[in-house]
């Protein structure tokens, strides 16, 4: 009996301890947890406040985005330590003389072009001496893989045409469809870019249409400055189109970023906002609307610029950022890119362009027009030697063409998975 009563006060004192040891682990579990929580909370607080800097006054676009106004000299550039003492340089020494007039499209009825803007215009401006940025949200930054990698490119994204391996290009989950020049010097490029709005299957899936300047080897020392239009889910946490820039030196590893969520590009324009929606956008028989797009080496100071349109210099990447680049590109690309994660086992149903084949032609299939490229004397030329490169011209494709009006372009895209592309 006393055997029995001294086993069982034995078993209950070993029952309170693992009792007292499982609330032990549980309670570290959660302050765990919760420092987890605590810490991230801090780190995206810490970024935000990075990159959202004070506004001289704010705008609430229609689409929910939040553009702030924010003075020429407190943008996110400065951040930079080798732009601390940099003096803005507001306009480029020259522009890149013209070859083709972009109005000239519009002599034809069945071809006519309409003009684009911002959706935030509609409620506002911002007055000269501020610039346009695009407020970043907590949520915009917790959709990111991590703190470290909002606002970059996953890497290897650029299209590999002299080795287009199916095998690599399949592996890198990116599918483009493009046009491209190579093996000379080039000082800069520019396209006339159809704007559509791309359905997208997935929120960590893109469409985007762009041009690539390009320094470098495809290694890891891949310099390049992007430009053009993109529908991003994960990006911006929704399916509008937005214009957008981009830029590494290294590849997308450690450097750039897309618009200005890091330091690096300098804008001086206070009309045109990075990432913003663009409005409105094309449609199936529709009205077509496009963008023009120019980035250009400024052949005194050595910046890359851009200008959107014919009336707006966006700013500059100053010559420091890049290796390759501050000479000249080796690779100039147009064309379309999509994420395909073949999730469900399948190819994606994300579009690329219209989300047409490019022989449905005008008003149907997305197009790339007027494309040309910058030489050393700072002129606008047709790109010789212009070839093409898709990994699967059954999901995506590129149909190259020349006229008086819209001398070297091409029609591009596709609808992803179809009954040819599983």
């Given at each position: 009996?006393?055997?029995?009563?001294?086993?069982?006060?034995?078993?209950?004192?070993?029952?309170?301890?693992?009792?007292?040891?499982?609330?032990?682990?549980?309670?570290?579990?959660?302050?765990?947890?919760?420092?987890?929580?605590?810490?991230?909370?801090?780190?995206?607080?810490?970024?935000?406040?990075?990159?959202?800097?004070?506004?001289?006054?704010?705008?609430?676009?229609?689409?929910?985005?939040?553009?702030?106004?924010?003075?020429?000299?407190?943008?996110?550039?400065?951040?930079?330590?080798?732009?601390?003492?940099?003096?803005?340089?507001?306009?480029?020494?020259?522009?890149?003389a013209l070859l083709f007039e972009d109005n000239k499209v519009s002599n034809k009825p069945k071809e006519r072009i309409n003009p684009v803007t911002q959706l935030w215009?509609?409620?506002?401006?911002?007055?000269?001496?501020?610039?346009?940025?695009?407020?970043?949200?907590?949520?915009?930054?917790?959709?990111?893989?991590?703190?470290?990698?909002?606002?970059?490119?996953?890497?290897?994204?650029?299209?590999?045409?002299?080795?287009?391996?199916?095998?690599?290009?399949?592996?890198?989950?990116?599918?483009?469809?493009?046009?491209?020049?190579?093996?000379?010097?080039?000082?800069?490029?520019?396209?006339?870019?159809?704007?559509?709005?791309?359905?997208?299957?997935?929120?960590?899936?893109?469409?985007?249409?762009?041009?690539?300047?390009?320094?470098?080897?495809?290694?890891?020392?891949?310099?390049?400055?992007?430009?053009?239009?993109?529908?991003?889910?994960?990006?911006?946490?929704?399916?509008?189109?937005?214009?957008?820039?981009?830029?590494?030196?290294?590849?997308?590893?450690?450097?750039?970023?897309?618009?200005?969520?890091?330091?690096?590009?300098?804008?001086?324009?206070?009309?045109?906002?990075?990432?913003?929606?663009?409005?409105?956008?094309?449609?199936?028989?529709?009205?077509?609307?496009?963008?023009?797009?120019?980035?250009?080496?400024?052949?005194?100071?050595?910046?890359?610029?851009?200008?959107?349109?014919?009336?707006?210099?966006?700013?500059?990447?100053?010559?420091?950022?890049?290796?390759?680049?501050?000479?000249?590109?080796?690779?100039?690309?147009?064309?379309?890119?999509?994420?395909?994660?073949?999730?469900?086992?399948?190819?994606?149903?994300?579009?690329?362009?219209?989300?047409?084949?490019?022989?449905?032609?005008?008003?149907?299939?997305?197009?790339?027009?007027?494309?040309?490229?910058?030489?050393?004397?700072?002129?606008?030329?047709?790109?010789?030697?212009?070839?093409?490169?898709?990994?699967?011209?059954?999901?995506?494709?590129?149909?190259?063409?020349?006229?008086?009006?819209?001398?070297?372009?091409?029609?591009?895209?596709?609808?992803?998975?179809?009954?040819?592309?599983?």
């Amino acid at each position: 009996m006393g055997a029995a009563a001294h086993f069982s006060n034995e078993r209950v004192y070993k029952g309170f301890l693992v009792c007292l040891c499982f609330w032990g682990w549980l309670s570290l579990t959660c302050a765990g947890g919760r420092l987890s929580v605590s810490s991230q909370n801090f780190q995206v607080h810490k970024h935000l406040k990075r990159l959202n800097k004070p506004a001289v006054k704010s705008i609430q676009s229609p689409d929910g985005d939040i553009i702030d106004c924010v003075h020429i000299s407190k943008q996110p550039a400065f951040d930079h330590p080798f732009l601390k003492d940099h003096k803005i340089q507001m306009n480029p020494s020259t522009i890149p003389a013209l070859l083709f007039e972009d109005n000239k499209v519009s002599n034809k009825p069945k071809e006519r072009i309409n003009p684009v803007t911002q959706l935030w215009h509609q409620n506002g401006v911002c007055s000269e001496g501020t610039i346009p940025v695009r407020r970043t949200k907590k949520e915009d930054v917790l959709r990111a893989s991590s703190v470290k990698r909002y606002g970059k490119k996953k890497h290897f994204t650029v299209p590999l045409p002299r080795s287009a391996d199916p095998d690599l290009a399949n592996q890198s989950g990116h599918q483009h469809a493009i046009a491209y020049v190579e093996g000379g010097k080039f000082y800069g490029a520019k396209a006339t870019i159809n704007v559509w709005e791309p359905k997208v299957q997935s929120p960590n899936e893109f469409s985007l249409s762009q041009l690539w300047i390009l320094g470098g080897s495809f290694g890891q020392d891949l310099n390049s400055i992007e430009a053009g239009w993109q529908v991003s889910p994960d990006l911006y946490g929704d399916n509008n189109t937005r214009l957008f820039t981009y830029w590494t030196s290294d590849a997308y590893q450690a450097t750039g970023c897309y618009n200005l969520l890091c330091s690096g590009f300098i804008q001086v324009n206070s009309q045109i906002a990075m990432g913003a929606s663009i409005s409105p956008v094309s449609g199936f028989h529709n009205p077509q609307y496009d963008i023009s797009i120019t980035i250009w080496k400024d052949p005194k100071e050595g910046h890359w610029w851009m200008q959107f349109g014919d009336g707006y210099v966006l700013g500059y990447w100053p010559s420091f950022l890049f290796s390759y680049l501050a000479d000249s590109a080796s690779i100039v690309e147009w064309g379309g890119e999509v994420v395909n994660m073949e999730e469900d086992g399948h190819h994606t149903t994300t579009q690329m362009g219209s989300g047409q084949f490019p022989d449905a032609g005008f008003s149907k299939a997305s197009y790339f027009r007027n494309i040309q490229v910058v030489d050393s004397s700072n002129n606008l030329k047709e790109p010789k030697g212009l070839n093409t490169f898709t990994e699967k011209s059954n999901c995506y494709d590129v149909e190259v063409s020349k006229s008086d009006d819209w001398g070297h372009y091409f029609y591009y895209g596709g609808p992803g998975r179809n009954p040819n592309c599983q």
